[in-house]
């Protein structure tokens, strides 16, 4: 399974980006999909999750209320960022988990295909 990030690019503070992923193979409803960031120096980060039918989505607190995680077709899932700050900046990356059993899905362990990553920044 291969996972192609696309987007992201430079904003100001207070803007907005969005990033897309798009899988070779479907993403069926057990699969989870997941959004993670990595700001030079630092982890990598939780960013939020769509399960693979788009039924249960979360995020993590940094990015809750800005963020939204969409799935645009079992192939392509998206990630609108609103209202950027400047520590948003990082590399996203799209994840997905295809086992159907994620015991914790915030950990970057459990998912087996990752995207390349996308450079977002942010400039104050």
């Known amino acids: 399974v291969q996972l192609q990030a696309s987007g992201g690019g430079l904003v100001q503070a207070g803007g907005s980006l969005s990033v897309s992923c798009a899988t070779s193979?479907?993403?069926?409803?057990?699969?989870?999909m997941g959004w993670f960031r990595q700001a030079p120096g630092r982890e990598r980060e939780f960013v939020g999750y769509?399960?693979?039918?788009?039924?249960?989505i979360g995020y993590a607190d940094s990015v809750k209320g800005r963020f939204i995680i969409s799935r645009d077709n079992a192939n392509r899932f998206s990630l609108q960022m609103n209202s950027l700050k400047p520590e948003d900046t990082a590399v996203y990356y799209c994840?997905?988990?295809?086992?159907?059993?994620?015991?914790?899905?915030?950990?970057?362990?459990?998912?087996?295909?990752w995207g390349q990553g996308t450079l977002v920044t942010v400039s104050s």
């Open positions: 193979e479907p993403t069926f409803s057990t699969y989870v």
């Open positions: 769509i399960r693979g039918n788009g039924l249960k």
């Open positions: 994840a997905s988990d295809r086992s159907g059993s994620v015991s914790n899905i915030r950990d970057p362990r459990e998912y087996d295909y």
